[in-house]
C-alpha cells in the first residue's frame, strides 16, 4: 500500500488544520491507520489510531480533546482533524498502516506516507 499524506501547512496558534492521508494499492480499510508526528532531532511519536473496522479512535493525551482522527473507507482516506493548535504542534506529520504490535510505536507500523509538515506560530 502507498500513502499520500497532505494538508499541512502554516497557521496560527489556536487555528485549524485537517491533514488527510490517501492510500492506493491494498485499500486502507485493510489496515488500522495512525498518525504519528516528528520534530528535528526527536523520536516520531504517536498521535492518534483508528480501527481498522469499527472505526474506533485512540489518541495521545497530547492531543485528546483537540485532534479527531477519523476514516472514509470507500475514499481509502484517513483524516487528522487539528483544532485549537498549539506551537507545540508543530511537526511532520506522518500517516501509517499498521501491520503488528501496539498502535502506539513505529515499530508496529510498515506502511508510512512521506509526511505533511505542520507549523503553528504562537
Known amino acids: 500500500v502507498q500513502l499520500q499524506a497532505s494538508g499541512g501547512g502554516l497557521v496560527q496558534a489556536g487555528g485549524s488544520l485537517r491533514l488527510s492521508c490517501a492510500a492506493s494499492g491494498r485499500t486502507s480499510s485493510t489496515y488500522g491507520m495512525a498518525w504519528f508526528r516528528q520534530t528535528p532531532g526527536k523520536e516520531r511519536v504517536f498521535v492518534a489510531f483508528i480501527t481498522r473496522s469499527e472505526g474506533n479512535p485512540y489518541y495521545d493525551d497530547a492531543v485528546k480533546g483537540r485532534f479527531t482522527i477519523s476514516r472514509d473507507n470507500a475514499k481509502n482516506t484517513v483524516y487528522l482533524q487539528m483544532n485549537s493548535l498549539k506551537a507545540e504542534d508543530t511537526a511532520v506529520y506522518y500517516c501509517?498502516?499498521?501491520?503488528?504490535?501496539?498502535?502506539?510505536?513505529?515499530?508496529?507500523?510498515?506502511?508510512w506516507g512521506q509526511g505533511t509538515l505542520v507549523t503553528v506560530s504562537s
Open positions: 501509517a498502516a499498521h501491520t503488528s504490535g501496539p498502535y502506539y510505536r513505529p515499530s508496529s507500523y510498515y506502511y
